[in-house]
């Protein structure tokens, strides 16, 4: 009698544990691909952020083109991010890359596919 209550009492105890270990995996997998998915948008490299007046030449003549060639906003691609350049970003940004601020940061050069 005692040999068939051990027996009852383990396979009790293995269900349980067994049952519990399951809900635990259940719970893990299903957070994973939300955690996957922004794991691969922070492996993306964008220029670094440009705005009214930087210095940084080459990264402007980068935007200038983009948006000369691509869209349209007939820019002089001089490297100089003066009024006009950041009328068209803020342009650009209100259709492709909000919030319209004029600054060209990693959600810009993503719009602008020059994030790799």
């Not at 492996?43 to 935007?63: H, K, R, W």
């Not at 991010?81 to 600054?103: E, I, N």
Request: proline share 5%.
């Amino acid at each position: 009698m005692r040999t068939k209550l051990a027996l009852v009492i383990l396979l009790i105890a293995l269900f349980v544990g067994a049952s519990l270990s399951y809900s635990g995996t259940a719970h893990a997998s299903a957070a994973t691909p939300a955690t996957n998915t922004h794991t691969s948008v922070a492996l993306l490299t964008c220029p670094p952020t440009i705005s009214y007046g930087t210095s940084q030449y080459n990264l402007v003549i980068v935007l200038q083109d983009n948006l000369d060639r691509y869209y349209g906003y007939h820019l002089d691609i001089d490297g100089h991010f003066g009024s006009l350049t950041r009328a068209a970003v803020k342009d650009f940004q209100a259709h492709y890359a909000p919030p319209s601020d004029g600054v060209v940061g990693p959600i810009t050069w993503n719009a602008l596919q020059e994030c790799y």
